[in-house]
């Protein structure tokens, strides 16, 4: 436990349940290994996640939901398997969103190596200045947790999971990623954090809370909306009908929208693979699709679950027009005039 006692981490992880959770709300666990098994388990007991920790001796990586899950979600041991747990909860099946999540890691080329003192003194410049800016739009001052790689600011929230609400975190979460460099893929309403207090394996650093502000305000919501409508974007209401469309429109949506995707054939109607997700930045080969059934409705699937799983078409519409302008996927009626000369 790099020269730590267990006490001490089990009274850190506690401190930081205090902070995340005071209400003692239901809490999923995600266990990762290096080996990519994961163990999920649920619980409102804060001691016996620290007791979950200590046993783990700091080789897996920990991680706890942040938001709010539902009353009667069942509690299971924390040592369960994913198919045991029923995999991790999804943004949908959030109730409340309770926190606002800026992950402001160090930059490295390769993600998966630990960072360096210096890149991490970089990183901790990059969050300062993160926070002066939201604090110009009326945020609060953050709980700032280190994570053994960089920092989280984290911020204190009311709100209810509605579609208003995950575009907004969206919008904002990209404009930050655009212009701070921070985490393009932490907007999911079911977003999990590391467990503050234990040990990141990822090298080794112990993870913790470096500051709870007193008294910790809630960001208004009022103050969200004016930093995304800063930048141009409003939320507007959903349309009701996916709405139909030939492929030529669907080409047209693209090049309006800058997205760059491969057609082929599929169930009888199309589909466009892109191997990076506008919405959530995560880059893989085939990791988000659009595509166009057999009777023309359209149809978008993300596979980065933690962020985008419950993003159907009809949010990344509204997302993709927000930040390029509205597209109509009326077919173009060319009217000729025909000329009729009198007898």
């Known amino acids: 436990m790099c ?9 850190e992880i506690l401190k930081t349940l205090s902070v ?10 995600r266990t990762k290994w290096a080996s990519g098994n994961m163990m999920i388990g649920r619980t409102r007991s804060h001691e016996a996640i620290a007791e979950w920790a200590s046993f783990c001796g700091g080789e897996p990586s920990i991680f706890v939901t942040i938001n709010r899950l539902p009353a009667g979600m069942v509690e299971s041991p924390l040592n369960g398997n994913v198919s045991e747990a029923g995999g991790g909860v999804k943004n949908e099946y959030v109730s409340a969103i309770r926190w606002l999540h800026v992950d402001v890691d160090a930059l490295r080329e ?11 003194q970089e990183a901790t410049g990059r969050a300062k200045r993160v926070i002066q800016f939201l604090y110009a739009y009326g945020f609060p001052q953050p709980v700032v947790a280190f994570s053994g790689n960089g920092w989280h600011l984290l911020y204190r929230a009311s709100m209810e999971n509605n579609p208003e609400w995950a ?35 990822k090298g080794g650093r112990q993870t913790r809370l470096e500051s709870v502000p007193e008294p910790l305000e809630e960001v208004r919501p009022n103050a969200l909306r004016a930093v995304v409508s800063s930048y141009g974007l409003v939320f507007k209401t959903l349309m009701k009908k996916q709405g139909q469309a030939s492929d030529d429109k669907v080409e047209q949506f693209l090049e309006h929208c800058d ?52 993003v159907g078409w009809k949010e990344f519409r509204q997302q993709m027009e927000a930040e390029h302008g509205e597209f109509s996927f009326e077919e ?10 009198d007898v």
Not at 113 to 118: E, V
């Open 259 to 310: 997205l760059d995707a491969e057609s082929e054939d599929y169930q009888g109607g199309t589909k466009w693979v892109m191997n990076e997700c506008p919405l959530c930045g995560y880059e893989k080969p085939g990791v988000a699709v659009i595509g166009r059934r057999a009777e023309g409705n359209l149809w978008f699937h993300c596979l980065h679950e933690p962020t985008c799983g419950d």
């Open 332 to 341: 173009d009626v060319v009217q000729s005039k025909i000329q009729v000369e």
């Open 110 to 120: 390769d993600s998966h190596l630990p960072a360096s003192d210096q890149e991490i």
């Open 20 to 29: 995340l959770h005071p209400d003692h709300d239901i809490v999923e666990v």
């Open 167 to 201: 575009w907004l975190v969206r919008s904002l979460t990209k404009i930050l990623h655009e212009h701070y460099k921070t985490d393009g893929q932490s907007h999911g309403a079911g977003q999990v954090l590391r467990l503050y207090g234990a040990v990141n394996p």
């Open 3 to 11: 020269g730590r006692g267990d006490e001490f981490v089990r009274i």
